[in-house]
């Protein structure tokens, strides 16, 4: 039994996902390391540190979580440089002080599985919004970093962002077969039936009827 747990971290409020499977779990994006998110973690095994991208305000918790609890940090391949890099993690621009993380331990590519306790975390190559975003999937849960919003789409005016990139990824995602619920980086979840529907970016390869 899969569950997951969602916590607003950070002055972007990126959404941080824990996902268990028993005891085993998996972070995802974790923004900033709080008491909240220490609590969060407390009895878990915690396998990985997942990243659905290289941006700052999903990232800025990755060192203190590691130091607690010694799991891999995995990126996409196309975003390793930004977790050191501030003027590509954008914490140079946007933050107060600009921000280094560490290197990952490993380096995600479009159909790698991971096994979390028996279930499997699918990687699903999402560029547009950064050159090596991904998209996780475990089980019914979809987590879409930013690339897919309820209602909308990520930005691509940052460094790396690609327009037609994000549209084809997004086309990538609307057309696995099934439904999934939607587990964004920012803001509130959605299913992909209903972006399927309603989302505007559907409009781009003709998707929205
Ligand atoms: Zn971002």
């Known amino acids: 039994m899969t569950e997951v747990k ?13 996902v268990s499977v028993g005891p085993q779990a998996a972070v995802i994006d974790p923004g900033e390391f ?7 973690v407390a009895g878990l095994k915690v396998r990985y540190i997942l990243l659905t991208h290289g941006h700052f305000d999903h990232i ?12 891999p940090v995995a990126v996409g391949a196309g975003d390793a440089d930004m977790l050191g890099d501030p003027d590509k993690n954008m914490s140079g621009d946007l933050q107060p002080e600009s921000f280094s993380c560490l290197e990952p331990d490993i380096l995600l590519h479009d159909g790698d599985v ?6 499997r975390i699918e990687v ?9 975003g991904v998209t996780f999937i475990i089980d019914d849960c979809m987590f879409s970093g930013d690339t897919l919003f309820n209602l909308t789409f990520g930005r691509t005016d940052f460094p790396g962002g690609d327009e037609n990139a994000l549209f084809r990824s997004i086309e990538k995602l609307t057309k696995l077969p099934g439904d999934y619920a939607v587990l964004p980086g920012h803001n ?12 505007r970016a559907c409009r781009h390869f003709g998707g929205l009827s």
Request: hydrophobic share 30%; charged share 20%.
């Open 6 to 18: 969602r916590l607003c971290l950070g002055d972007y409020q990126a959404n941080c996902y824990i």
């Open 34 to 40: 709080t008491p909240e998110l220490e609590s969060a």
């Open 60 to 71: 800025g918790g990755v060192p203190e979580l590691k130091a607690l609890t010694g799991a």
């Open 114 to 119: 991971l096994d979390l306790g028996g279930s």
């Open 124 to 132: 699903i190559a999402t560029p547009g919004h950064t050159p090596g």
């Open 188 to 199: 509130r979840a959605t299913t992909l039936s209903f972006e399927r529907r309603n989302n």
